[in-house]
T-cell receptor
């Protein structure tokens, strides 16, 4: 059974640009969550989707957005990139709506220059 | 409110037991997790415990939960050099897929 796949693994962008990250959950999993990991702030929750609906959102500005498709794949988008957006972005998938086990992907390392 | 705290660093000798501690403040937490993160990698779920349990054992791993003190611990028996990593404690409420992580404890295993 394939794990959670995040693409791309590494990304370098310039300030002011926008970026889209992709996450394919484990087959059969319908819940996808996104997290930002930085040395200063640690792991912070961005948002969570279940059946194409955003159910929960963390304390991030509106520049951070996401969506989930009917096949449960999810994308997150960051517009008008800032240097502080440099981080490891992690995606997690879970089987259903109630929280059980969350399986994480390898992450996308975003560097903003 | 949600706040999960861990000590930042732990150093043990190979073969000894490691105990990583965590405190949380949200008494509504339903699931408590331990994740392992190796350099350059994502998070690996090691084990989790329901809040109505006191203890869970899985091979070399033992999780102890003290709900009264909101204290969670992870004991790794016979610690190996491959156990060197950052360990995150995390909590969540039942209905939401929002995991709140601790600051992480860096475990260093000395050969």
């Amino acid at each position: 059974k394939a794990g959670v796949t995040q693409t791309p693994r590494y990304l370098i962008k310039t300030r002011g640009q926008q970026v889209t990250l992709s996450c394919s959950p484990i087959s059969g999993h319908r819940s996808v969550s996104w997290y930002q990991q930085t040395p200063g702030q640690g792991l912070q929750f961005l948002f969570e989707y279940f059946s194409e609906t955003q159910r929960n959102k963390g304390n991030f500005p509106g520049r951070f957005s996401g969506r989930q498709f009917s096949n449960s794949r999810s994308e997150m988008n960051v517009s008008t990139l800032e240097l502080g957006d440099s981080a490891l972005y992690l995606c997690a998938s879970s089987p259903g709506p109630a929280n059980t086990e969350a399986f994480f992907g390898q992450g996308t390392r975003l560097t903003v220059v | 409110g949600e706040d999960v705290e861990q000590s930042l660093f732990l150093s043990v000798r190979e073969g000894d037991s490691s105990v990583i501690n965590c405190t949380y403040t949200d008494s509504s937490s339903t699931y408590l997790y331990w994740y392992k993160q190796e350099p350059g990698a994502g998070l690996q779920l090691l084990t989790y415990i329901f809040s109505n349990m006191d203890m869970k054992q899985d091979q070399r791993l033992t999780v102890l939960l003290n709900k009264k003190d909101k204290h969670l611990s992870l004991r790794i028996a016979d610690t190996q050099t491959g156990d060197s990593a950052i360990y995150f404690c995390a909590e969540t409420l039942e209905r939401y897929q929002k995991v709140t992580f601790g600051t992480g404890t860096k475990l260093q295993v000395i050969p």
